[in-house]
């Protein structure tokens, strides 16, 4: 398998869409289940026990949450 291209997706979803996807996103984390999820035409798939964490900036007047999730490829 040839290895992967580093990439930076971002894409902007549609409030429902977005909160569909965290839901789903929930519902593996709970599981212990792998996770699909398509990002501006990407497909990605994360691995069960990948590692989560919440992460806030604040830069001038602009505050920022990122919800990450990490795994080894």
Known sequence: MAPKK???LEK?????KF???LRR???ALETGSAFTIQIAGERIRVPRGAIVNVEHELSGSEE?????????S
């Open 19 to 21: 909160a569909a996807k």
């Open 12 to 16: 902007s979803y549609p409030l429902a």
């Open 6 to 8: 580093a990439r930076d």
């Open 25 to 27: 996103l929930a519902d």
């Open 64 to 72: 920022e949450i990122e919800f990450q999730i990490k795994w080894k």
